[in-house]
């Protein structure tokens, strides 16, 4: 076990940082990690920016699909620039993040942590990591990888920067936390520009086909007061006129010009054996009356 300055704790552990053993120098999955590897590592500009720790490691199809990773299976980063304990490994301290905290906690002695990063190796069958030149994250597992384990528990509820046990243990199968929710998404101001324009676009439409329906209607009217007036030609009976062209708007054209026809006749009879026919080119009136081969031989005649 290596030697770690302590710094007693007063409370329970808030479990707000953890320190972990990154990785060793030895044999990994991978390949051999020697001592130079790992102190290359350590002095690497990859730990500038905070990286990121995820629950588990992604699978194939999940860094096809996400390479970024999952933002819900987020548990925390690594807080600053790890360093080479006197055993030569990488340790580092890690920042978690409150949904994940009692999780982890519970599971320290349990779980372990495992690299998610590419490098370069020598040929053959040796497989030596000469250098590490990319972490994607470092993930909490249930099987960790080269050495990679949760050594402490940081930080009391008064928080003292310190450690306030040693931990050491192999990883074992553990279960996942439950599911974050997913936060609610702010929206951009070029997703909001873009729904205000469908809106717009909508409302131009829906005006559009209200002048398409109006000029459609006033059209159909006009063919229909063209069909009434052919057919009452020299008949004066503006009512049932009138009725005639409302109703074109409920009725197929054939339909309606047939219904005109029966109307007529319904008129022509209504009007017949009741007053005189005038002259030349008489005028047959709702007040009139004709019988109706006097009115339609008048029509053949004109």
Do not use: C
């Amino acid at each position: 076990m290596s030697s770690v300055d302590l710094i007693e704790a007063e409370g329970e552990p808030t479990g707000s940082l953890v320190a972990v053993t990154i990785i060793t120098p030895g044999k990994g999955s991978s390949g051999e990690y020697p001592p130079e590897t790992i102190k290359k590592l350590a002095e690497s500009p990859i730990w500038d920016s905070p990286v990121h720790m995820y629950m588990n490691h992604a699978t194939g199809s999940e860094r096809a699909s996400r390479p970024e990773g999952d933002i819900r299976e987020l548990a925390g980063v690594i807080d600053g620039r790890p360093v080479i304990d006197d055993s030569g490994a990488l340790v580092g301290r890690a920042k978690i993040f409150p949904e994940y905290r009692d999780f982890i906690r519970e599971r320290a002695p349990y779980i372990g942590v495992s690299i998610n990063a590419s490098g370069i190796m020598t040929p053959g069958k040796d497989r030596v990591i000469q250098e590490i030149t990319q972490i994607d994250s470092v993930d909490f597992v249930t099987k960790p990888g080269r050495g990679g384990k949760i050594t402490a528990v940081l930080e009391s509820s008064r928080e003292v920067d310190g450690m306030a046990n040693i931990i050491e243990a192999d990883g074992v199968p553990a279960a996942k936390p439950a599911p974050v929710q997913d936060a609610p998404k702010a929206e951009s101001p070029e997703v909001a520009e873009l729904k205000k324009q469908v809106e717009d676009l909508k409302a131009e439409r829906d005006e559009l086909k209200a002048k398409v329906e109006e000029l459609e209607a006033e059209s159909a009217k006009k063919d229909a007061e063209a069909v009434v007036a052919e057919a009452f030609r020299n008949v004066d009976a503006p009512m049932t006129r009138k009725m005639l062209v409302e109703s074109a708007a409920h009725m197929p054209k054939a339909e309606f010009e047939t219904r005109v026809q029966e109307s007529l006749k319904e008129v022509l009879a209504a009007k017949s054996a009741q007053s005189p026919v005038y002259g030349m080119g008489a005028h047959v009136q709702e007040s009139q009356s004709a019988t109706v081969d006097d009115i339609l031989s008048i029509m053949k005649g004109l």
